[in-house]
C-alpha cells in the first residue's frame, strides 16, 4: 500500500476543504477502499477521515414521514432502525442480503454509494482497465465477461455497480444531499452514479472535494411498505455479489396496481430504475401477465456484452418474481436468507 | 504528523504510536500488541478470520485502518476467557467440534459473540447460518459452528435468565 496522510478534519467545511487537493479521498469505514489500496488499485495521497463528522450518524423522519440518512450511518444500523425497516422493508432486505454481518456492522450509507465496481480486471492491476487507467483498454471484452454489464455499457466498460442498497432506493426516489465547494446541493440518486460511456474512469457526477452528507427517502415510499421485496441472485447462498437483483413495489387498489416501482441491481453500472416497465403496470391487475410483459419492457434495450445473454432472461423472470414477492405482500420480518431465491413465492423455503 | 492512538484491549488501556497511518487494527493486534490469536487469512475482507469486537460490534479487523479507530474498545479471542474459565461460546465450539484445523476459529467465536449480542438470530439454525456466512472454514465444520452457536446461545439466554431471576 503506499503511504498517505491522514487528516481529521472537524467540520464538514474543514472535510470539503481537505478533500478538494488532487490526489485527497474521503474515509469513512474503509471497507471497500482499503481493500482497494491494498491491491494498489486506489492509491489516494490523503486520506481525510469523516467517521466522527458531527451530525452524519443520524437517522432522522421528517415532518412529513420521510426519512433522512445520515452518511456515516451503519448498514446494520439502518437495517434493523425498525421505523425505518417498517416504511422501507425492501431497502432493509437489500441492506441485509448484502456482504456479511461484520461488513455491515463498519460499512456506512454515503460509503455504499460510492463503492467501485468488483469486475476482476478493474482489481488486476495487471490487467487493461479503463476505469483504473484511462485509454489503457477493456480486457473483460474478451475476457471472462459473463456477469458483467447487458444494460447502458459502452465499448470502453462493461463493469456493473455492485451496490445492493441503492436498487430499492433509487426506486424510492431517494435523493444524495452533497456538500462540495460551492455548497450544498441535491441530487437525485437516479443521476448520481454516470454510465460508463468514454468516461469510465469518473463513477458518479461528484467533483473534486464533493461530501455525501445525507440520503433522504421521500414520504411517498411509505406507500409501497405493504408490498415491496428485494430479490438477489447470487453464486452462492449468502455473502455475495448479485449476479442479478430487482427491488419491487406495489402500491395496489383492490386488487388493480395504482403504482409500481422497479428497479434492477447488477445489470448496468448504476442501480437501473425501469420506469418504462413501471408505466406498463398502472392500472393493470396485479398477476404474472402484466408482470412478465412489465419484465419485457425493462429489459427491451438490453444486450450481452460478452457470454452473458442469460443475464438478460434471468433479469427478466427476476423482475417477474420480485413483482410476484411484491403482490404477495411484505412478511412481517425479513426473511432468513434475506431476498434470496431460495424462498418461494409462498414464503416456504427451498434450500436445504 | 506524527500519530498517537489510544485503545482498550481487552479491558487493558493500551497507547501505541503510529508513525505510518497505513496500520490496520490487524497488524496492530498482531505485530505491535503481540495478540497473535486475531488471524490473518485473505486481508481483504473475505474470510472473516480477523473478526474482532470493536466497541462490542463485530468487525472486519484487516479492513478497519487503526488511526480512525482511536479511542476504541476492542475484544479479541484473548479476552473472552476470565480467570481461565472459557466464555461459554468457546466451550460450544469445543463441545460440537466447530473446528478442525483451527486457523478460523478465533474469528469464528468473536463472529459468534457478535451474533449472538446482535439478537437477531435467536434459535433458528438458518439465521445462524446466515449471520455466520461471513466466516469462512475450509475445513467445512459448519455443521458443528452451527450447533455450537445454538448451544452458546441457549446457555447465555439461561444464564440470562437465572441472573434476572
Not at chain 1, 481537505?18 to 482497494?36: E, I, K, S, V
Not at chain 1, 450518524?57 to 445520515?70: L, P
Not at chain 1, 450509507?109 to 492491476?125: A, E, K, M, S, V
Request: charged share 25%; glycine share 10%.
Amino acid at each position: 500500500m503506499k503511504t498517505f496522510d491522514y487528516v481529521r478534519p472537524a467540520s464538514v467545511a474543514e472535510a470539503v476543504a481537505a478533500a478538494a487537493a488532487p490526489g485527497a479521498a474521503f474515509l469513512a469505514a474503509g471497507t471497500n477502499l482499503l481493500d482497494l489500496m491494498k491491491g494498489g488499485i486506489a492509491r489516494p495521497d490523503r486520506l481525510v477521515d469523516v467517521t466522527r463528522l458531527p451530525g452524519l450518524d443520524r437517522i432522522e423522519r421528517s415532518h412529513d414521514g420521510g426519512f433522512r440518512i445520515g452518511a456515516t450511518v451503519r448498514n446494520a444500523d439502518l437495517a434493523h432502525d425498525a421505523a425505518f425497516a417498517r416504511a422501507c422493508p425492501a431497502v432493509a432486505e437489500a441492506l441485509l442480503s448484502g456482504a456479511s454481518a461484520q461488513l455491515r456492522n463498519a460499512a456506512t450509507t454515503g460509503g455504499n454509494l460510492l463503492q467501485r465496481t468488483r469486475c476482476p480486471y478493474f482489481y488486476d492491476t495487471a490487467s487493461a482497465c479503463n476505469k483504473r487507467e484511462p485509454g489503457s483498454g477493456c480486457d473483460a471484452r474478451e475476457g471472462e465477461n459473463r456477469l458483467h454489464a447487458v444494460l447502458g455499457w459502452s465499448d470502453s466498460c462493461i463493469a456493473t455497480n455492485p451496490s445492493d442498497l441503492c436498487v430499492p432506493l433509487v426506486a424510492l426516489d431517494a435523493i444524495v444531499e452533497i456538500e462540495g465547494r460551492a455548497g450544498r446541493r441535491e441530487i437525485p440518486l437516479e443521476a448520481f452514479h454516470r454510465l460508463p460511456g468514454d468516461a469510465p474512469e469518473r463513477d458518479s457526477v461528484l467533483e473534486p472535494g464533493d461530501l455525501i452528507v445525507a440520503v433522504r427517502v421521500p414520504a411517498e415510499a411509505a406507500a409501497f411498505a405493504g408490498h415491496a421485496r428485494y430479490l438477489k441472485v447470487r453464486e452462492r447462498t449468502s455473502y455475495a455479489f448479485a449476479v442479478v437483483s430487482a427491488a419491487a413495489g406495489l402500491r395496489l387498489e383492490g386488487g388493480r396496481i395504482a403504482e409500481a416501482r422497479i428497479a434492477l441491481g447488477g445489470v448496468a453500472l448504476k442501480p437501473w430504475r425501469a420506469r418504462e416497465a413501471e408505466a406498463t403496470l398502472a392500472g393493470a391487475p396485479a398477476g404474472p401477465e402484466a408482470f412478465r410483459r412489465a419484465a419485457d419492457v425493462a429489459l427491451a434495450e438490453a444486450r450481452p456484452s460478452g457470454d452473458n445473454a442469460f443475464k438478460i432472461e434471468l433479469a427478466r423472470r427476476i423482475v417477474v418474481r420480485a413483482l410476484t414477492l411484491a403482490a404477495a405482500g411484505t412478511p412481517d420480518r425479513v426473511a432468513a436468507l434475506p431476498a434470496s431465491a431460495f424462498a418461494a413465492s409462498t414464503g416456504a423455503t427451498l434450500h436445504v | 504528523m506524527s500519530l498517537t492512538a489510544t485503545f482498550t484491549v481487552n479491558g487493558v488501556r493500551r497507547q501505541v504510536d503510529l508513525p505510518d497511518p497505513r496500520v490496520t487494527l490487524l497488524d496492530l493486534l498482531r505485530e505491535r500488541l503481540d495478540l497473535t490469536g486475531t488471524k490473518k487469512g485473505c486481508d481483504r475482507g473475505q474470510c472473516g478470520a480477523c473478526t474482532i469486537l470493536v466497541n462490542g460490534r463485530r468487525t472486519n479487523a484487516c479492513l478497519a485502518l487503526a488511526i480512525s479507530h482511536d479511542g476504541a474498545e476492542i475484544t479479541t479471542i484473548e479476552g473472552l476467557a476470565t480467570d481461565g474459565v472459557l466464555h461459554p461460546v468457546q466451550e460450544a465450539f469445543i463441545a460440537h467440534d466447530g473446528f478442525q484445523c483451527g486457523f478460523c476459529t478465533p474469528g469464528q467465536i468473536m463472529s459468534a459473540v457478535g451474533l449472538i449480542a446482535e439478537g437477531q438470530a435467536g434459535m433458528d439454525p438458518e439465521r445462524v447460518r446466515e449471520g455466520m456466512s461471513g466466516n469462512l472454514c475450509r475445513c467445512g465444520a459448519y455443521a458443528g459452528i452451527t450447533e455450537a452457536v445454538l448451544d452458546a446461545q441457549a446457555r447465555l439466554d439461561a444464564q440470562d435468565r437465572s441472573q434476572a431471576a
